[in-house]
């Protein structure tokens, strides 16, 4: 079940970095970046407190002598050139500060902060359409900054979670140069939940902290880190980082703060031509080149593919119950700017395979499930051997109930690659849908094996145990799949399944 619609859950990361001493700070020029992406199309809603808690962040910064740029619902065109403007700014001694505020996904033992358009459906999209903090972080090394401070407050269970193997929860430990200091808004590997006001416990703290004069930096976000474990009765506690040499104090208790060295106080909204919402501001482009992506993290060894159970025809039943949506929200539809985007490069390249699977993701994402099937078909038209292409079309079709043809592409993308996770636990819904409890709990088992935290997997084959008779059981792993997510029943009844 690999393309699903996404539910709210948010992945906060917050990370600080900080480097020279407080008689040499007072002369080095600062610089932030401030980043608050709150509108990801595949959550249910937007996120509430990115927004307010970037700006809070800045006016702060602002104060302490930063000179801020802020972006807000940033895409990726918008994120690079964010990034690279700061890259341009920095001076060999600079002070320069990042704070995040958005999704974050885990990935090969890297955390990525996530723009609002990011299209992620397989773990290698995260790193395609993600932004490394380790690589950040490098590269304002690599252009001769002395203290590198990094807050991410991203650690909320992200929509993206269940789309692609071996995922793991919340962030993972920095590898950063010298001179960085970095906290997360949670522990490793963990999520919070959202709670429900207008700003973050963890912004909240660290603005407390950050307004004491003469406090060293470790110790603004040590005192922040108590605040946040306290107010949260322990069950929130960041994560910090630090490999500073020098000392350093956001306000120097000798003085006032120190001045920005120009008046690049944040800019009024600005038209972007993007095709995700209008950011904050957007610094001007400059070209950007990423490394290669890391090589994927070792993994367990994957259990041999269940042999495909002999089913009886399952009936050819198709509803089309996504049409009226199609034709009721069609004008949308198409002046939706990522499927324009994609739609252009169709028109200029009808063979662009990539352009139709992308695009049916899209469509598949917004419940347009008859469009997404045509796009699927469209580019496995093109790349006969798309193993994701078989499964999301199988998945979609599953959706809208044509079972027989779904199950055929499911076993045709596990024959391609077998051991496929996300193949199995679509297949796995199709036997449900199609009332094979058995075939169901076979599949769901054996995507479970490879990927335990899969809960649509644990989630299903708690049905399929129930509707095979084995109610205890059924229960059980209805239960510890609610608990890792909430939202799962409603998903599954978004699918038909209840």
Not at 304 to 333: A, F, R
Request: hydrophobic share 40%.
């Amino acid at each position: 079940m690999r393309i699903r619609l996404a539910l709210l859950v948010i992945l906060i990361l917050s990370v600080a970095s900080i480097v020279p001493s407080v008689a040499a700070d007072s002369h080095a020029e600062r610089f932030a970046l401030v980043i608050g992406n709150a509108k990801y199309p595949d959550a249910e809603a937007p996120l509430k407190e990115p927004i307010n808690d970037a700006r809070d962040v800045a006016d702060e910064l602002k104060r302490d002598g930063f000179s801020v740029e802020v972006g807000e619902n940033l895409t990726g065109d918008g994120m690079r050139r964010a990034f690279d403007h700061l890259y341009g700014r920095i001076k060999p001694g600079s002070v320069v500060l990042l704070f995040f505020s958005g999704f974050g996904v885990q990935s090969a033992r890297q955390s990525y902060m996530i723009p609002v358009d990011a299209q992620i459906w397989t773990e290698p999209d995260v790193r395609r359409d993600g932004f490394s903090l380790e690589t950040v972080l490098g590269e304002i090394n690599n252009r001769g900054a002395g203290v590198k401070i990094a807050l991410i407050d991203a650690s909320r269970r992200n929509p993206f979670e269940r789309r692609f193997r071996s995922f793991s929860a919340g962030l993972a430990p920095v590898i950063a140069p010298n001179g960085t200091l970095v906290m997360y808004s949670a522990a490793l590997s963990s999520v919070i939940s959202d709670n429900g006001s207008d700003h973050s416990l963890f912004v909240q703290e660290l603005l407390k902290e950050i307004r004491v004069p003469d406090l060293m930096a470790e110790e603004t976000l040590n005192r922040t880190r108590v605040g946040v474990t306290r107010a949260s009765r322990s069950e929130q506690v960041p994560w910090i980082s630090s490999s500073l040499a020098e000392d350093f104090a956001f306000i120097p208790g000798s003085g006032a703060p120190p001045q920005p060295p120009g008046p690049q106080a944040m800019n009024p909204p600005q038209p972007a031509p993007e095709p995700a919402p209008t950011p904050h501001h957007e610094p001007s482009p400059t070209p950007h080149h990423e490394p290669p992506p890391p090589p994927p993290s070792a993994k367990q060894a994957e259990p041999p593919t269940p042999p495909v159970v002999e089913k009886p025809p399952l009936p050819p039943v198709v509803e089309k119950k996504d049409e009226p949506l199609e034709k009721k929200d069609g004008p949308s539809l198409a002046d939706d700017p990522i499927i324009k985007e994609l739609t252009d490069r169709i028109a200029k390249n009808p063979d662009d395979a990539n352009a139709y699977y992308r695009r049916g993701q899209v469509y598949a994402s917004k419940g347009a499930y008859s469009l997404a099937i045509n796009d699927f078909s469209d580019s496995l038209r093109l790349n006969p051997r798309d193993v994701e292409a078989f499964n999301n079309r199988c998945w979609a079709r599953t959706v809208i109930g044509d079972l027989p043809a779904a199950l055929k592409d499911c076993n045709e993308a596990l024959r391609l690659r077998p051991n496929f996770v996300d193949a199995l636990d679509s297949r796995g819904l199709v036997n449900l849908k199609g009332g094979m409890a058995k075939n169901a709990i076979a599949d769901f088992d054996a995507a479970l094996k490879i990927n335990p935290r899969l809960t649509s997997s644990l989630y299903g084959r708690g049905l399929a145990k129930q509707r095979n008779g084995s109610m205890s059981e059924g229960e059980l792993d209805i239960s510890n799949a609610k608990a890792m997510d909430p939202n799962i029943v409603k998903e599954f009844a978004s699918y038909g399944v209840n």
